[in-house]
């Protein structure tokens, strides 16, 4: 096997052997964006999560090699659309992504609510998106909301690089309310430097679709998408997508080395980052 190129995490993941198609030398690659609470970089080092755990489980039903690709979301986007990495999660379907991205079925959570967040004493009532006409919101960098957001002509966008910074630019009255996942704002709001200092507002806006694991077309595992396809549906199917869910960032499963070689025996992560905060990681369901 050709060393991996520089830049993929090598969270190397031995399983039962399954040969690659035809013209392919290379493990299966997770194009990872952190987005806490479901991609973190654990207490290693490594890439951890539900939704890591939920890739990881996916490539050991189909005995496939699995290796992790550290890129912002941007770059990550860019390499799918490339094939140079095969797997993203999170990630939303929109139709320029879905030309070069292919959202297996069945989808393997419930959408999850964009919810809106205020400074504790800006007393605005936020019910429609109306009511967000002429305020300053934090949008963070490359993120798709759904469309009645996304396209809502009436706001004045001010650009972060993550939801933690547009959260430290609200505090600091530098934006007015700051859109995010649900899960996202509540595992910010458990951060010491914005609990009892944001409150949620009213307004909800809900994706089209739940969330789904997309395969890059220019892949060379696109082949095999009738196979991923029958592996998720058994996880669905037999419990595993929910137990995976149910878990946070803590648990066993995310804290465990991800790196293995091939007599089995752990691995060191040589390619990893150092750990840094959750809160700066970017959002992935973009």
């Known amino acids: 096997m050709r060393p991996l190129r520089q830049g993929v995490l090598l969270g190397m993941l031995v399983l039962p052997a399954l040969a690659a198609p035809a013209g392919s030398e290379r493990p299966l690659r997770l194009a990872f964006s952190p987005y806490a609470p479901w991609k973190v970089l654990g207490p290693t080092g490594l890439p951890a999560g539900p939704y890591v755990e939920i890739i990881r489980a996916l490539a050991k039903r189909m005995g496939l090699l699995l290796t992790f690709r550290d890129c912002p979301l941007q770059r990550c986007l860019l390499e799918a659309e490339r094939g140079d990495v095969d797997l993203v999660i999170g990630v939303r379907g929109t139709p320029e992504r879905r030309a070069y991205l292919h959202f297996l079925e069945p989808a393997f959570a419930p959408a999850s609510p964009i919810r809106f967040y205020q400074r504790l004493e800006d007393r605005r009532v936020l019910r429609s998106l109306t009511d967000l006409n002429g305020l300053s919101v934090g949008w963070t960098e490359g993120v798709q909301f759904p469309p009645p957001l996304h396209q809502h002509a009436g706001l004045i966008r001010d650009l972060s690089p993550t939801t933690a910074s547009s959260f430290r630019k609200l505090l600091m009255a530098r934006v007015d309310v700051v859109p995010t996942t649900e899960g996202r ?8 430097e914005f609990a009892g200092r944001i409150r949620l507002a009213p307004l909800v806006v809900w994706p089209e679709e739940d969330r789904k694991i997309g395969l890059a077309r220019q892949s060379p595992y696109y082949s095999l998408r009738p196979r ?26 995310a804290s465990e080395p991800a790196t293995g070689t091939a007599s089995g025996q752990a691995g060191r992560c040589t390619a990893c980052p150092p750990p840094k905060p959750a809160v700066d990681a970017p959002p992935a369901r973009h």
Do not use: K, N, W, Y
């Open 185 to 192: 704002g509540r595992a910010l709001l458990r951060q010491a």
């Open 228 to 253: 991923f396809e029958q592996a998720i549906a058994a996880m669905v199917a037999d419990g595993t997508m929910r137990h995976l869910l149910a878990e946070g960032p803590e648990s066993r499963s």
